[in-house]
């Protein structure tokens, strides 16, 4: 039997189990996988798993995809993720542009829009054009939607989904913007960092392996969708509490939650985790860092397989690490920050500096952190990219001849500009609201925004009262699961 994707017989496990399954079933695709090898690969009987495959096609999450030939008996009926079922929103709220994304049940994006975007402004005009982008995104899709992933620039605490001080905007600070769109958008909501989210979506995709990201830029393609009249956002979405996993609208028939939320250490495919998807090493996912340079500059750290959030949210705030001690003066307050040196090398079209002070940083990560690889994307560096990733290797490299062969110290990092572009954070805001549905978040999620009985707009200059956590049909703490073992 194949424990390495080992699921546990007990009734308070369904949801664990249910989520197991569907990653099989996604990681199929449209091969699809039979029953008999989803029992093998998950440790669970054959009646589990046949119990689990009748719901989820009830729920119409899976269809039979025909027969395989077997070497010996009847021929075998696979099973394939029906992609269309569900919908996911991803919102990256940059500074000066918005871009928001439909994708399906597997993270593909179906549609996608582009705004001027002022995050400057008032927290009413902010999540009025956020309303505005969604509900045209949606306004002729199909699918229930099961939530919506926002990522912006941090500081923030992706638990309580409230803003810190962000550099550059300090009005924010404080602010609820989770609740606060959660009230007017009428989905659940789930916030994290624009470099987390990126990172996120970047490891469960595999695209950090070096097979992935050899080729350079790699965007999805996705047209912008048009825009015209439609209606407004319904109010739907949300986990069913007595179905077979974290869903939304009609799943599995329970009242309507909200959808799952990654949590700190949320895990990419092949990693070696815990029961839920907590902590562990990696096979395959391996450690590397994400540099975002665009109107800012941050880090999403993958670490041993999970993104590295940090218990504060507060892991990844690369760009605001002081190298000049008498340089120029950042937003942040500090002098001679790699964000305000990167920045001003690119305003003045010194792109090769630029990459020169990023490498710099990049090489204090890889000391650090013995991190695996480098990922670069936002705007900047994705209009640069090749000035950008050699300049970032040539630092990196000289670190590593100074270092010398003898242990993992001396090492040449590679470097890569990341798939999907500059869309990377939008596809990966997505992601905090798809992976824990397929068993990739831990026992510690962070509690997610729900959709308030009615889409009517709020005041949005005043704090939304935060709603209390629903009892969900999330992956149990692995307290509740000691005899489930790794998922991938």
Known sequence: MNRENSGANLPALRSHNAALVLDLLRAAGDTGISRLELAERTGLTPQAVSKITARLRGEGLAVEAGRRASTGGKPRTVLRLVRE????????????E???VLTDLTGDPV??????????????????????????????????????????????????????????????????????????????????????????GLA?????????????????????????????VRNGGGAGT????????TVGGGTAAGAGAAGDRTVA????????GGGGGAAGAGSFA?????????????????????????????????????????????????????????????TVEAARVLGTGAANLVGLLDIDRVLLGGRAAV??????????????????AREGEGGAAGRTVPVAVAPDGVRAVAYGAAQLVLAPLFGHATSQAPPTSHAPATSHAPATSHAPATPQAPATSEAPKTAHAPEAEPIG
Do not use: M
């Not at 079922?85 to 000066?96: C, N």
């Open 111 to 200: 549609a996608v829009r582009t705004a001027p975007f002022d995050f400057g402004g008032s927290a009413e005009q902010v999540i009025d054009t956020a309303q505005a982008q969604v509900r045209e995104l949606l306004r002729d899709r199909v699918a229930p939607v099961l939530g919506v992933g926002a990522a912006c620039p941090g500081p923030l605490d992706h638990r309580g989904g409230v803003l810190g001080r962000v550099t550059g905007f300090p009005q924010w600070d404080g602010f609820p913007l989770r609740d606060a769109l959660a009230e007017r958008l009428g989905l659940p909501v789930v916030l994290d960092k624009d470099t987390n989210a990126a990172a996120l």
């Open 269 to 276: 495919p092949g990693a070696t985790t815990g029961a839920t």
């Open 290 to 350: 994400y540099l975002h340079l665009g109107t800012g500059l941050g880090a999403g750290l993958v670490l041993g397989g999970g993104l590295h959030r940090g218990d504060r949210t507060g892991a990844g705030e690369f760009g605001h690490q002081v190298i000049q001690l008498d340089g120029p003066l950042c937003d942040c307050g500090n002098r001679g920050c790699i964000e305000a040196l990167c920045l001003a090398a690119v305003a003045r079209g010194d």
């Open 98 to 100: 918005l871009t928001a």
């Open 242 to 249: 007595g179905g077979a996993w974290a869903g939304a609208g």
């Open 204 to 232: 469960l995709r595999g695209a950090a392996r070096p097979e992935a990201v050899d080729g350079g830029v790699g965007d999805r393609g996705v047209g912008d969708r048009g825009v015209g009249d439609g209606g407004g």
């Open 85 to 96: 079922a569900r919908s996911a929103v991803g919102l990256h709220l940059d500074r000066d």
């Open 383 to 400: 209009a640069d990219a090749g000035v950008f990733v050699r300049g970032v290797a040539a630092v990196l490299a000289e670190r590593a």
